[in-house]
């Protein structure tokens, strides 16, 4: 059965964004995964409709009130339990959240479904919190609008990496981090572009010289711009060749400087 998501938003529209293009169409059309939106407005019967009200205590801005948001993931939750999913867990896109990384991704893919919450205003009345959402994951420090973007985020994210999908599998593993590694730099047609030229090992035809090439590029690159990723790590004796290469090349430049 394939992956269950629903996600609670005032603005279902914005997830056409996924839902209408690219690799997460084509996942949606192969039945990769299943997805719907519900609108907490569409839970509330008051003549305003009303989602929001002023913060208890004061200060600036608006809070979502709990109930209509209680009843949508309720709606929400009946889905997935009715398309086969136990308990889904409620994911809430927050800045308090643990951070959206590889590792979450893979774990959520292999999920059978979760319901996604995104807020907008200030935040979410905190008893919502501590009654209806089991996890909390922001997708890093910066302030976005409102939850919708990082839902998507997340979405995409997990996607990519479900079976059906058309980057599953062999290309999933290979990308950037699931070895810790940056990518090497690309390179296409044509050979000379603008006084530039492609690196010749590339044009060589030498399978074994261009793998050797890449993955030289994708430590040197790593180690220069997110050493934080190759802190600790152990490397294979390959690997520990190519970063004696690139300290003794460094050095050199240096002397030269
Ligand atoms: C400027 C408003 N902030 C006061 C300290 C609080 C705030 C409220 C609501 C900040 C952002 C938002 C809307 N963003 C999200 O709900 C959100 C988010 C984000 O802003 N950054 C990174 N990940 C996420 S997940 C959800």
Same mark, same amino acid.
């Given at each position: 059965m394939?992956?269950?998501?629903?996600?609670?938003?005032?603005?279902p529209?914005?997830?056409e964004a996924?839902?209408?293009?690219?690799?997460t169409?084509?996942?949606?059309?192969?039945g990769?995964?299943?997805?719907?939106a519900w609108?907490?407005?569409?839970?509330?019967?008051?003549p305003?409709?009303?989602?929001?009200d002023?913060?208890?205590?004061?200060?600036?801005?608006? #809070?979502?009130?709990p109930?209509?948001?209680?009843?949508?993931?309720? &709606?929400?939750?009946?889905?997935?339990?009715?398309?086969? #999913?136990?308990?889904?867990?409620?994911v809430?896109?927050?800045?308090?959240?643990?951070?959206?990384?590889?590792?979450?991704?893979?774990?959520?893919?292999?999920?059978?479904?979760?319901?996604? #919450?995104?807020?907008?205003?200030?935040g979410?009345?905190?008893?919502?919190?501590?009654?209806?959402?089991?996890r909390?994951? &922001?997708?890093g420090?910066?302030?976005? &609008?409102?939850?919708?973007?990082?839902?998507? #985020?997340?979405?995409d994210?997990?996607?990519?990496?479900?079976p059906?999908?058309?980057?599953d599998?062999a290309?999933?593993?290979?990308?950037?981090?699931?070895?810790?590694?940056l990518?090497?730099?690309?390179?296409?047609?044509?050979?000379?572009?603008?006084?530039?030229?492609v690196?010749?090992?590339?044009?060589?035809?030498?399978?074994?010289k261009?793998?050797?090439?890449?993955?030289?590029?994708?430590?040197?690159r790593t180690?220069?711009?997110?050493?934080?990723?190759?802190?600790?790590?152990?490397?294979? &004796?390959?690997?520990?060749a190519?970063?004696?290469?690139?300290?003794?090349?460094?050095?050199?430049?240096?002397?030269?400087a």
């Amino acid at each position: 059965m394939s992956l269950q998501v629903d996600v609670v938003t005032l603005f279902p529209e914005m997830f056409e964004a996924l839902t209408r293009h690219g690799i997460t169409r084509r996942a949606l059309e192969e039945g990769a995964f299943s997805f719907r939106a519900w609108n907490p407005r569409d839970f509330v019967s008051d003549p305003h409709r009303t989602v929001d009200d002023r913060p208890y205590g004061g200060g600036p801005g608006m #809070v979502m009130i709990p109930g209509p948001l209680a009843s949508c993931i309720a &709606s929400a939750v009946a889905r997935q339990r009715e398309a086969g #999913v136990g308990s889904p867990p409620v994911v809430l896109l927050s800045p308090q959240g643990e951070r959206f990384t590889d590792a979450v991704a893979r774990e959520f893919a292999q999920l059978p479904g979760f319901v996604l #919450v995104a807020g907008r205003y200030e935040g979410v009345d905190e008893r919502l919190i501590e009654r209806h959402v089991h996890r909390e994951v &922001s997708i890093g420090d910066y302030v976005t &609008s409102g939850g919708e973007l990082p839902a998507m #985020v997340v979405m995409d994210a997990v996607i990519r990496l479900l079976p059906g999908s058309l980057n599953d599998s062999a290309s999933a593993q290979e990308e950037s981090f699931a070895d810790g590694l940056l990518d090497w730099p690309h390179y296409t047609r044509p050979e000379e572009w603008e006084g530039s030229r492609v690196p010749e090992v590339l044009l060589s035809g030498d399978h074994a010289k261009v793998a050797r090439w890449r993955r030289k590029q994708a430590l040197a690159r790593t180690l220069a711009r997110r050493p934080d990723l190759v802190a600790g790590k152990q490397w294979n &004796s390959q690997d520990a060749a190519l970063l004696e290469e690139i300290r003794r090349e460094q050095q050199a430049a240096q002397q030269q400087a």
